[in-house]
């Protein structure tokens, strides 16, 4: 098995932030391209909807619905 290493420009890179959820546990959540998602801000309301997807020991929602 070859592995190819892949190159993530900048502008192409993932906005991943830390959100606190109602019940108060903290998830990962992939928001999209940096390039085009808005950071959400402390304190920010956010909505987000999406899959949850397991990398190795970390899950992290990665969103295909986001409201704030």
């Given at each position: 098995e070859r592995i190819i290493p892949t190159l993530?420009?900048?502008a192409d890179a993932p906005l991943?932030?830390?959100l606190k959820t109602k019940s108060?546990?903290?998830m990962t959540v992939d928001m999209g391209l940096?390039?085009?998602?808005?950071?959400p801000s402390e304190g920010d309301?956010?909505?987000v909807t999406g899959v949850p997807v397991k990398i190795g020991d970390r899950v992290i929602l990665?969103?295909?619905?986001?409201q704030s």
């Open positions: 993530i420009l900048e991943v932030v830390k108060d546990k903290m940096a390039s085009k998602a808005k950071k309301e956010v909505t990665i969103a295909d619905k986001k």
